[in-house]
C-alpha cells in the first residue's frame, strides 16, 4: 500500500536543525513503508505564537521540506488571534511557497469568527486545514476546540476541506459530532490503538472521510499504523485511509504547484 501519513511533527524528534529532524523521521517511515509526511510546527511548540513565533516555526518547516521535497509536505501554522499576520503566513508559505494546508491548533477556539476569513482563504488556495480537536475529561485547555466546534465551523464553510485532528479524542463522541459535515474528515492519529475505533469511523463516516495519521514523534508510526491494519474493515477501506484518501484531497492543490502524484 502507498501510505501517506496526515500528522507528522518536528518536535520530539532527536537532531539539531530543522533537516536533521526530518530525515529521522523518514528513517522511521522507511522501515514501516510509509511514502510521505505531512509536517506541520516547529522544533518548539507554542501553545499561542506571536507573529513573530508563528513565522519561525513555519520557516523551520520550510528549511526541512527543502531538504526533502518528494518525501514530505508542509502545513502552515497559524493564530486566529493574529488575522493579518495568519493571512500573510498563509499567502507567503501556500500561495507563494511550497506548503499545502493549514494547521491550527489551541490558540483560538474554531467555531469563533476569527477562523472565518483564514478558513476563507485556505479555500480559495485549495489547501487543507487541519484542525486539532480534544474532548478532555479534565477539561480543555482555554482556546482548545472540540470536534462540536469544527462542525460550527464546517457549517459556515461548506466548501472548505476540513481535518477533525484526533477526531476529538474521545472519538465515539467525536465522530458523531462531525458525521453530518461531509466535508470534514476524520484524524486517527495520536492516542492508543484502541479496538473499535478505526471501524466506528468507517461505519459513522464511511471510509472515504477517514486518514491515517500518526502524530510523530509525539506517537510511534507502529502503534498509530497498528489502528488501521488491526482493525476489521476490507482491504479497500485500508487503502483508502492509508493513503488514497489523502492523496485525492491533496491533488487539487499539487496540480496548481505543477506537482503530479
Not at 69 to 89: C, I, M, W
Not at 127 to 149: C, R, Y
Not at 161 to 184: F, K, Q, S, Y
Request: charged residues 25%; aromatic residues 6%; neutral net charge.
Amino acid at each position: 500500500m502507498d501510505i501517506w501519513d496526515l500528522h507528522c511533527h518536528l518536535s520530539g524528534v532527536p537532531g539539531a536543525t530543522p533537516e536533521a529532524r526530518l530525515e529521522r523521521l523518514l528513517e522511521y517511515a522507511d522501515r514501516l513503508g510509509i511514502a510521505r509526511l505531512c509536517v506541520f510546527m516547529g522544533l518548539e511548540w507554542s501553545y499561542d505564537p506571536s507573529p513573530e513565533k508563528m513565522r519561525r516555526e513555519n520557516d523551520e518547516v520550510l528549511r526541512a521540506l527543502q531538504h526533502f521535497p518528494d518525501r514530505a509536505f508542509g502545513f502552515v501554522y497559524l493564530n486566529p488571534k493574529h488575522t493579518q499576520a495568519s493571512l500573510d503566513e498563509l499567502n507567503r508559505c501556500v500561495r507563494d511557497g511550497p506548503m499545502v494546508g493549514v494547521k491550527l491548533w489551541v490558540a483560538q477556539r474554531c467555531n469563533a469568527p476569527e477562523l472565518d476569513p483564514l478558513v476563507a482563504r485556505a479555500t480559495e488556495l485549495k489547501a487543507i486545514v487541519f484542525q486539532h480537536t480534544w474532548l478532555k475529561i479534565t477539561g480543555n485547555l482555554p482556546g482548545e476546540s472540540t470536534p462540536m466546534d469544527l462542525a460550527e465551523l464546517a457549517a459556515r464553510h461548506p466548501q472548505a476541506t476540513l481535518i477533525c485532528g484526533h477526531a476529538g479524542g474521545d472519538w465515539e463522541l467525536g465522530l458523531r459530532a462531525i458525521r453530518p459535515h461531509r466535508n470534514v474528515y476524520a484524524d486517527l492519529a495520536g492516542g492508543d490503538p484502541t479496538a473499535g475505533f478505526t471501524e466506528m469511523a468507517v461505519r459513522e463516516l464511511g471510509a472515504e472521510r477517514v486518514l491515517y495519521g500518526s502524530d510523530a514523534g509525539g506517537r510511534s508510526f507502529a502503534s498509530q499504523l497498528a489502528k488501521v491494519h488491526g482493525a476489521d474493515i476490507p482491504p479497500a477501506a485500508k487503502r483508502l485511509i492509508l493513503g488514497e484518501n489523502l492523496r485525492r484531497l491533496l491533488r487539487p492543490i499539487l496540480a496548481t504547484k505543477g506537482i503530479r502524484v
